[in-house]
């Protein structure tokens, strides 16, 4: 059974650049989140979304995030313009969102912005 | 009200010898209570999880003490060995999201 599948793996751009960050759940699992870590404020909750309906984005940062949910089998984070503060990695994890089902986490993208 | 407070940051533990790391919280909204346990350029992994109606649950050399009047819960990791330094993350969960407290890095020197 794959996991949770995430790309790329490691991201290096200029400030101002469009960064999009994908993600792949696991098959069967209907919520997802997209988390931030920082060595400053941890793991942070950007956005989650159930049955691919957004339905908490108060963790987003400002405007310049975006997180869609087009399919049950795909997601994608964008971040236009880039900061360089936006640097962090970025995790994605799937639930299927019944009872004490764990969140599995995928291994993130590493994102340095320039 | 929304924070889950961890500590100690870091931890260093001989090999054999026993690790423990706390957490506090003041939602008391909160109904489970998940570690994970994350290894370097890896994303963190479910350990072991308990609900507040339960004060104790052990798995292995893993158990999670749990003081709902106190509003506290920990890990204990017994035996530990080099295989097990990682950083290790207690969590809350609330209306299906999950807070996670900042994290304390384990080190088990052999």
């Not at chain 1, 993600?23 to 988390?35: A, D, E, R, T, V």
């Not at chain 1, 994608?76 to 299927?96: G, H, M, N």
């Not at chain 2, 090999?15 to 963190?44: L, R, V």
Request: net charge positive.
């Amino acid at each position: 059974d794959a996991g949770v599948i995430q790309s790329p793996r490691h991201e290096v751009t200029e400030m101002g650049q469009e960064v999009t960050l994908r993600c792949k759940p696991i098959s069967g699992h209907n919520s997802l989140f997209w988390y931030r870590q920082t060595m400053m404020r941890g793991l942070e909750l950007l956005i989650y979304f159930n049955n691919n309906v957004p339905i908490d984005d108060s963790g987003m940062p400002e405007d310049r995030f975006s997180a869609k949910m087009p399919n049950a089998s795909f997601s994608t984070l964008k971040i236009q313009p880039s900061e360089p503060r936006d640097s962090a990695v970025y995790f994605c994890a799937s639930t299927r969102g019944q009872g004490d089902q764990p969140q599995h986490f995928g291994d993130g993208t590493r994102l340095s912005i320039l | 009200q929304q924070q889950v407070k961890q500590s100690p940051q870091s931890l260093i533990v001989q090999k054999g010898g026993i690790s423990i790391i706390n957490c506090a919280y003041e939602n008391t909204a909160f109904d489970y209570f998940p570690w994970y346990q994350q290894f370097p350029g890896k994303g963190p992994a479910l350990l072991i999880a308990i609900r507040p109606d339960v004060s104790e649950k052990k798995e292995g050399r893993f158990t999670i003490s749990f003081n709902k009047s106190a509003k506290q819960f920990s890990l204990h990791i017994m035996d530990s060995q080099p295989g097990d330094s990682a950083t290790y993350f207690c969590a809350a969960r609330n209306i299906g999201n999950l807070i996670f407290g900042k994290g304390t890095k384990l080190s088990v020197k052999p």
